[in-house]
């Protein structure tokens, strides 16, 4: 698929405030570590079953109970070469069927390839949503892409992971202190939770 279309494809997902290929209703997780919480919202059936140039959107809000210091953002992926595109935006608020009501700030915008991709630091006493649009390029071979969402300060470290592509395949994420993986439902997606005495609050 041409980037000039991947990137209109990956703009579509962001403006529309919706995952472009949308299934189930989103799976919700909130990821507690001692100070500071990941709510993760993914569609699991279209990040696990994704077709080339249709995009999937995961979002992830970020939050501390504390407001003296800032909290560092990341993106870590391990990808098939190639194989996928990314936009990744940020919002005051969460998604609506309607996009970002305040409107949304572009962190980054490029091929998903092995790295890191630093999304700079917000206030701990803001809240902020931050969405990964994601989009499969090429429709030859399996391909995947694990993606962790990591949010560091205040002494605090926690991340959340998301695994997607043709086919799926898990997610490992190296544990720091006491290590807690959480297999979402349908078996395409990972979710790793990963922080000092954390755990894990169905929502």
């Known amino acids: 698929m041409p980037r000039a279309a991947t990137a209109a494809a990956l703009a579509l997902a962001l403006s529309l405030g919706v995952p472009a290929a949308a299934h189930a209703a989103p799976a919700r997780t909130i990821i507690q570590g001692d100070v500071l919480r990941l709510e993760s919202v993914q ?6 079953a994704m077709v080339p140039g249709v995009p999937v959107s995961w979002d992830v809000g970020v939050s501390a109970s504390r407001a003296d210091g800032d909290i560092a953002l990341q993106l870590e992926v391990d990808a098939t070469d190639e194989a996928f595109s990314t936009v990744i935006a940020s919002c005051a ?23 890191v991709v630093v999304l700079g630091e917000q206030p701990s006493g803001e809240q902020r949503w931050y969405r990964i649009a994601v989009v499969l390029d090429i429709d030859l071979g399996d391909h995947r892409a694990d993606l962790v969402f990591r949010a560091t300060g205040l002494g605090d470290d926690v991340a959340s992971g998301g695994d997607v592509g043709l086919p799926p395949t898990g997610l490992d994420v190296p544990g720091l202190g006491i290590g807690l993986a959480i297999m979402a439902v349908g078996g395409g997606i990972l979710l790793a939770a990963l922080a000092r005495r954390r755990r894990e609050v169905d929502a």
Do not use: F, K, Q
């Open 43 to 48: 569609d699991v059936e279209a990040m696990a």
């Open 93 to 115: 608020v969460a998604w609506d069927a309607d996009g970002c009501a305040t409107g949304e700030a572009i962190l980054a915008e490029a091929p998903l390839d092995d790295g």
